[in-house]
């Protein structure tokens, strides 16, 4: 029975590090800010409280503003539908928040429908294939980037990561609660190509 504890001990262990060697390359990889600029930036939706952005997604898109403004995108592409019904999508909060900082309307593209990262990324590509675009910059939560731009490459889109230059999850604990979700979220995906 010894050695079969040590066995079950040393699996144990095994998961554990794979786990924290994952989770270290989820962060390693938020860090990442390409300085390359591209027909577009898609910011994946989050959630939005009535008709103003949450602050994990007003991150988002003051992101893509900047990106308009320092002239590295062309165009600005929200994502992300509603929760609830009479209420405005997140494609639509996000593009009136961008509005109101200065984007013009015309260069602002919205999805009103989907409601997970794959269909985010999904919607994006029709509307960058409607519209000719062939490039972009994927604009998400640093933790967030490494799933995404995963996801983005495997459905045949050319992105480069545009993570928010800071994270509403300040403290340990929501920090360390998005962690642990997105290290599960990029195994299930790596290990079972499963989008969420």
């Not at 029975?1 to 989770?23: E, P, Q, S, T």
């Not at 938020?30 to 009535?50: I, Y």
């Not at 409601?115 to 960058?128: P, Q, S, Y």
């Not at 800071?166 to 299930?188: D, I």
Request: aromatic share 10%; proline share 5%; glycine share 8%.
């Amino acid at each position: 029975m010894a050695w079969l504890k040590k066995i079950l001990l040393l699996c144990l262990a095994a998961v554990v590090l794979g786990l924290a060697g994952l989770a270290w390359d989820v962060v390693q990889f938020g860090k990442q800010h390409n300085q390359a600029s591209a027909d577009a930036a898609v910011v994946l939706g989050a959630a939005a409280w009535g008709s103003r952005p949450s602050p994990v997604y007003r991150e988002r898109i003051n992101e893509s503003v900047l990106l308009y403004q320092q002239g590295r995108v062309r165009w600005i592409i929200f994502t992300g539908g509603t929760r609830e019904a009479d209420f405005p999508s997140e494609g639509e909060v996000g593009r009136q928040y961008a509005a109101q900082h200065g984007v013009p309307m015309a260069a602002m593209l919205i999805d009103t429908e989907s409601r997970t990262t794959w269909e985010n990324l999904e919607r994006a590509r029709d509307l960058m294939a409607v519209n000719h675009l062939q490039t972009a910059l994927l604009v998400s939560d640093p933790l967030h980037m490494r799933r995404a731009v995963a996801m983005a490459q495997d459905m045949g889109l050319q992105v480069w990561p545009a993570p928010t230059a800071s994270s509403r999850f300040r403290s340990w604990a929501p920090w360390g609660k998005f962690l642990w979700r997105e290290t599960w979220l990029n195994l299930e995906y790596g290990l079972f190509a499963s989008p969420s």
